[in-house]
């Protein structure tokens, strides 16, 4: 009974908040729904309040995998140069040259970053709940240092002195103890929701469509893994769990040359900070 009930969830499990209506969840939702179903009966069975788990031999609905967008030189250019009148220009930036996630850019200190080495260190994230926002640690646990391209270190210098002006115009009401690299008017955490929602209107402002914080992420990794990178080094620098789960997302990419971390993306990517692009049609 609990199959055929799943498989009705697809054509229709979903509700419009406003007009209550029915609509179709994805099979990566359905699963979500089956996997909470399973671990509340396999705790009745552990508790004896069941004989069996009835969810044993149920079949789910496939997720077929989709192949992430990937951003070229010409069209990150566009989308930086749109994001500018959104004041998301530097946090985007960051992300395309580092393939940090959005909660470890949003958690990123000033002393996070070496200016000499250049180096940045991404140790947290800042996690969005119910209660409010909170710092953790990184999805994988571990820290990792990264090297910066030079053209985004001399972006984050003059990010920096545009922070030290607003602090004195603010005075009192600029927030001295977070010292956030990416933060808001007056040195607030910024909530990753509201940074994804601006990121994707950047997108559909830009044209794009599939398009959002997290492409930036698919983008750095897919040009380092053509351009040579081994998927270990990729690996490491996006901080994933395994190189298993780096080659599943990025198989796609063909390997050319082997050069830099940081030098690759000043290669690729430089001109999207030095010159203003044409739109992409």
Not at 7 to 32: C, D, I, W, Y
Not at 49 to 77: C, F, T, W, Y
Request: charged share 25%; with cysteine; glycine share 4%.
């Amino acid at each position: 009974m609990i199959e055929p009930v799943l498989f009705r969830l697809l054509e229709s499990g979903g509700r419009n908040r406003k007009t209550k209506q029915a609509h179709p969840l994805s099979a990566k939702t359905v699963r979500h729904v089956a996997s909470v179903l399973d671990v509340i009966l396999k705790a009745a069975v552990k508790k004896k309040l069941r004989e069996s788990n009835p969810m044993a031999g149920v079949e789910l609905p496939k997720v077929e995998p989709k192949e992430a967008v990937v951003l070229d030189a010409d069209q990150l250019s566009w989308y930086l140069d749109i994001s500018r009148s959104f004041g998301l220009y530097e946090i985007l930036l960051f992300a395309a040259a580092t393939g940090c996630r959005r909660e470890e850019a949003l958690a990123l200190t000033w002393t996070d970053i070496d200016f000499d080495t250049p180096t940045v260190t991404i140790s947290k994230s800042l996690e969005q709940t119910r209660e409010g926002l909170r710092l953790k640690s990184t999805k994988n646990r571990r820290s990792r240092v990264l090297t910066l391209p030079s053209s985004v270190v001399e972006v984050l210098r003059m990010h920096r002195q545009a922070q030290d002006k607003n602090r004195v115009l603010l005075g009192d009401d600029y927030r001295q103890n977070l010292d956030l690299v990416f933060g808001d008017h007056a040195e607030n955490y910024l909530k990753p929701d509201t940074v994804t929602a601006k990121a994707c209107l950047v997108a559909r402002k830009a044209g794009f469509q599939g398009v959002g914080i997290h492409t930036l992420r698919h983008s750095h990794a897919s040009q380092f893994i053509s351009e040579g990178r081994s998927t270990t080094s990729v690996s490491k620098r996006l901080g994933h769990s395994s190189v298993a789960t780096t080659k599943k997302i990025y198989a796609h990419a063909i390997p050319k040359d082997n050069v830099d971390d940081a030098e690759t993306w000043d290669t690729l990517f430089r001109s999207t900070v030095e010159r203003k692009p044409t739109q992409i049609s």
